[in-house]
């Protein structure tokens, strides 16, 4: 059963770490499942600290990849309107796959650019507002891929550390 676990968690790992790009995918909290099932096994001891500040760390880190495209647009000059219009296209990136995986930059941008326009503001402030949205994309995106990678490097880790424990024979 171990192994079974082991092969599992390890491959939430993965898909946590493309889930760190991909909209559909909570990258952090698939990584984070992966860590848990790891300690699970009968090999690697109970930590509930760690699993508990990795679980905190993965929910903050989720939310703010939500929040943080919408601040963008705000620090770049972006009104209430920007902000709602950045959050809109998020929501359709993730519920109308229309643009693919590009969606996830370009719907955003566009939200941004829109709810500007409707604002009233003029077309270079809108366009600054939308960048601020992309690069606040950008830094929720390094974020989860940074915290889905050190996930997995955790993991490799622990495997090797216990891996006398998890790869005998009973």
Known sequence: MDIALLILGFLLMLVGILGS???????PPISWVGLLLLYLTKAVPDNWWVLAITFVLAITITI????????GTKKFGGSKAGMWGTIVGLLVAIFVPVFGPLGIIIWPFIGAL??????????????????????????????????????????????IKYAGDLFTIS
Not at 64 to 71: E, G, K, T
Not at 115 to 135: C, I, Q, Y
Not at 147 to 158: E, H
């Open 114 to 159: 829109v709810g500007e326009l409707l604002n009233k503001a003029n077309k270079k402030t809108a366009m600054k507002a939308a960048f601020g949205s992309f690069l606040g994309f950008l830094t929720g995106t390094f974020m989860k891929f940074v915290l889905t990678v050190a996930y997995a490097v955790f993991y490799v880790y622990i495997t």
């Open 64 to 71: 703010l990849d939500y929040v943080i495209p919408a601040m």
């Open 21 to 27: 790009f991909l909209p559909v995918l909570p990258g």
